[in-house]
C-alpha cells in the first residue's frame, strides 16, 4: 500500500541555518505529494505541495522538489527562524483516491 | 471566510459512554474528510465524504464509529461504547470540487477516554 517516511526528530537548529527534512514516499502511479505545517497549539495548514515529476513546491521560503527516480519529497530552507518552530508532516494523495496517506511527523526545534 | 470548525474542542469522557464530534467545513466545499492523529498511530484516515455520501469509510478502526453528513455540510462522527485507545485528535478536513488535493483542516476536538 501507499506509504511515507521522514526522517526522525526532533531536528534542532539555531536560527539563520540551513533546513533539511528527508521524506520518501512508496505509491503505484503518480500521487500528489504535500507538506503540512502543525504550528504549537494550531492546526494543520498546507505548506506546499507537487502534483507531478520535477515540480517544485514553494512558499514561505520552504521548498520540496517531486523527485520520481529516488521517491522523495525532501522539504529544504535555506535560513530558518524562531518562527518556523514547529512539526511538519509530509503526505501524498494518490490519484483518485482522496484521502491523504501521512508521515509520522518531524518536529523541528530553532533557537536564537 | 471562516474555515473549517470543530465542536467540542475537548471532550473527556467514561469508557463506555458514546460521544459525537462535529464538523463545520467551509462553506461550499463538496468534499469533508475525518482524520484520528494519536501518539501511537501517528495522522490516520478515517472517512471521506463527497456531498452527503462516503465512498470510502476504509478507515474507521471499528464498527463503533460512524459518520454521517447532512445537506452537503454539517458532518458528526459518532464513537460508541467508547475505548480508552479511542483517545485522539480528531481532525476534520474540507475541500473545493475539483481541488480535493487541497484539504483545509479544523482545529481538532481532542478525546480523552478515561
Known amino acids: 500500500g501507499n506509504s511515507v517516511t521522514q526522517m526522525e526528530g526532533p531536528v534542532t537548529l539555531s536560527e539563520e541555518a540551513f533546513l533539511t527534512i528527508n521524506c520518501t514516499y512508496t505509491a503505484t502511479g503518480y500521487p500528489s505529494l504535500f507538506w503540512y505545517v502543525q504550528y504549537p497549539g494550531e492546526g494543520l495548514q498546507l505548506l506546499l505541495k507537487?502534483?507531478?515529476?520535477?515540480d517544485k513546491g514553494s512558499n514561505k521560503g520552504f521548498e520540496a522538489t517531486y523527485r520520481k527516480e529516488t521517491t522523495s519529497f525532501h522539504l529544504e530552507k535555506g535560513s530558518v527562524q524562531v518562527s518556523d518552530s514547529a512539526v511538519y508532516f509530509c503526505?501524498?494523495?494518490?490519484?483518485?483516491?482522496?484521502?491523504?496517506?501521512f508521515g509520522t511527523g518531524t518536529r523541528l526545534l530553532v533557537s536564537p | 471566510g471562516a474555515g473549517v470548525s470543530q465542536s467540542p474542542s475537548n471532550k473527556v469522557t467514561e469508557k463506555g459512554k458514546d460521544v459525537e464530534l462535529r464538523c463545520d467545513p467551509i462553506s461550499g466545499h463538496t468534499a469533508l474528510y475525518w482524520y484520528r492523529q494519536s501518539l501511537g498511530q501517528g495522522l490516520e484516515f478515517l472517512i471521506y465524504?463527497?456531498?452527503?455520501?462516503?465512498?470510502?469509510k476504509s478507515g474507521l478502526p471499528s464498527d463503533r464509529f460512524s459518520a454521517e453528513r447532512t445537506g452537503g455540510s454539517v458532518s458528526t462522527l459518532t464513537i460508541q461504547r467508547t475505548q480508552q485507545e479511542d483517545s485522539a485528535v480528531y481532525l476534520c478536513a474540507s475541500s473545493s470540487r475539483g481541488r480535493e488535493d487541497t484539504q483545509y483542516f479544523g482545529p481538532g476536538t481532542r478525546l480523552t477516554v478515561l
Open positions: 465524504f463527497q456531498g452527503n455520501s462516503a465512498p470510502d
Open positions: 507537487a502534483t507531478k515529476a520535477d
Open positions: 503526505a501524498l494523495s494518490q490519484t483518485g483516491f482522496q484521502k491523504l496517506v
